[in-house]
């Protein structure tokens, strides 16, 4: 489909629907009427249509996208749509617009089982993760960086606000004594500066943001660094979600896109990585469920170069499909920007260890000479 952005179709829709002789003429003559929107005849025809679907993979919230088809088109059981997600493969991509000073951005899972206790799932699914998180620890210290910034979930922490944490601290440190397994542990090097510059950002930018001068690492960081963590001395700037007390895809798009104006502005070279599911359910009852079609739509949808996009969703679906840890691949993908294609390392559904399990590179088109 040719594109059209999101806030064309957005102002095209909320404009039939305030104006009733509008709307009249755009049932008679969608392509026309269209038009006169900015609409091409592809997207006309989707709204005429009513279709739910489409319209929500061009990132409209579920709002507008009722709004059509059961006003637009008087369709009050919602009949025309399948509930479905769709990867929109048509439209040109968005140009990327990568920091210049990122030089590397990835995501992967921290299932504790994968060094805790891996005998529990598939050998051979063990080895084909393990395999994704050497490929991404060689791309990873190939980009040569000064920093890295690591996103992740709040497990067994305890924080005073329900608000995004920065790690400001000049070390980080824990172990997987929780697993029963205190010899998994790490120490990390923070980097104080950058660290308060991403706070101050933050609060300048309007977001709640709370300080941790210490944070106590788990298997949310202690899994994925130890396995692709270049050398031991690189700093680590932890970003913690709490999807318990605050879920906003909104939010995370929100930091990342403010994280972007420091990693410019660092004068540094910057990583980030991403940790946490795909789907993951820890609720009793559930824990165990892999949401393979899910998690394949997100797959999909890095592959394209639309994984920004997946920032439009509400909450619902992501919750729905056991996505609480996403925030955490939504501020990289901020970082990131549009239009930038992901490579998938790996992805596996592990049962016994809980989750869709994955390894994504996101293959920026730009790189910061290795002597800059």
């Not at 001395?233 to 007390?245: C, E, H, N, Y």
Request: with cysteine; charged share 20%.
């Amino acid at each position: 489909m040719s594109q059209v952005d999101r806030e064309a179709l957005e102002a095209a829709i909320l404009a039939i629907a305030g104006n009733g002789d509008l709307l009249d003429r755009f049932k008679t003559d969608p392509t026309a009427v269209g038009a006169e929107l900015g609409l091409t005849p592809e997207w006309s025809d989707a709204i005429n249509r009513g279709d739910r679907d489409r319209l929500r993979s061009a990132g409209l919230n579920d709002g507008l996208t009722i709004l059509v088809s059961r006003w637009f088109k008087d369709d009050l059981g919602d009949s025309a749509s399948s509930g479905r997600f769709l990867v929109d493969t048509e439209s040109p991509l968005p140009q990327a617009d990568v920091p210049s000073r990122l030089v590397f951005a990835g995501g992967c899972s921290h299932v504790p089982d994968l060094l805790a206790r891996p005998e529990i799932d598939p050998a051979d699914a063990v080895e084909r993760l393990r395999n994704g998180y050497r490929r991404l620890a060689d791309r990873l210290a190939g980009a040569n960086p000064d920093v890295i910034i690591v996103t992740v979930d709040c497990h067994f922490q305890s924080f005073k606000s329900g608000a995004f944490v920065v790690g400001t601290g000049a070390r980080h440190q824990g172990s997987m004594s929780f697993f029963k397994r205190s010899d998994l542990n790490l120490l990390l090097k923070g980097d104080v500066a950058l660290a308060g510059t991403i706070a101050r950002a933050m609060r300048a930018g309007g977001l709640e943001v709370e300080e941790d001068e210490s944070v106590d690492l788990d298997h949310g960081l202690i899994v994925p660094l130890r396995l692709v963590l270049p050398r031991p001395s690189l700093p680590v700037i932890p970003i913690i979600t709490q999807p318990a007390r605050t879920f906003s895809p909104f939010g995370a798009r929100a930091f990342g896109n403010l994280l972007r104006g420091v990693i410019e502005a660092s004068g540094k070279r910057v990583a980030i990585l991403a940790t946490g599911g795909l789907s993951h359910w820890l609720d009793p009852g559930k824990f165990g469920t892999v949401d393979i079609e899910f998690d394949s739509y997100i797959l999909e949808m890095l592959k394209a170069g639309r994984g920004l996009d997946l920032a439009n969703l509400e909450p619902y679906p992501f919750l729905e499909h056991g996505q609480y840890e996403f925030l955490n691949w939504l501020i990289m993908l901020a970082v990131v920007g549009p239009g930038v294609r992901g490579e998938v390392f790996a992805y596996e559904p592990m049962k016994a260890s809980g989750g869709g399990w994955a390894v994504v590179n996101m293959a920026l088109p730009t790189q910061v000479s290795a002597h800059a």
